[in-house]
């Protein structure tokens, strides 16, 4: 991992332009379940809903002012969904697990997280197995995991 200092927080409104680019990219639509290109009024309204249940978090990079990505979270009764973007100009440098386990050090501590990722994201399945989750179900196109 390149030694890129970086800090974790809230999302905010001022970043959902950046991350409604990101999830419009290609290469990572592709790797969503749900294929659907949003609106960017739907991505406005979904963003507001979930800042406000403090479920989306920001990787920032402290020197150079850049977001590095994106956890978000969807809480459950005993676990939380979780999901992590990484920005198109980060991705590479083996930043994904750091983070994750960053997050899972700082918030939420007292929740099991899941994660449900594509067979083919290799590079996801390797950063969510890295930070300490166990594969307990692969079948047909998904991995879910669990920590």
Known sequence: MQNIKYKIRYGKISDLYEIYLWESDI??????????????????????????????????????????????????????????IISPIYRGRGLCTHILNSYLNKFNK???????????????IICFKKAGFNAYSIKDELVKLVK
């Open 27 to 84: 290469n990572i639509k592709k790797n969503y379940f749900n294929q659907k290109f949003y609106s960017l009024n739907e991505h406005i309204k979904w963003w507001k809903i979930n800042i406000k249940k403090n479920n989306l978090y920001i990787i920032e990079d402290i020197e150079k002012k850049l977001k590095i990505g994106l956890i978000s979270i969807k809480r459950e009764k005993k676990y939380a969904n979780i999901g992590i």
């Open 110 to 124: 007292n929740l099991h997280h899941k994660a449900n990722i594509k067979v083919n994201n290799h590079s996801s």
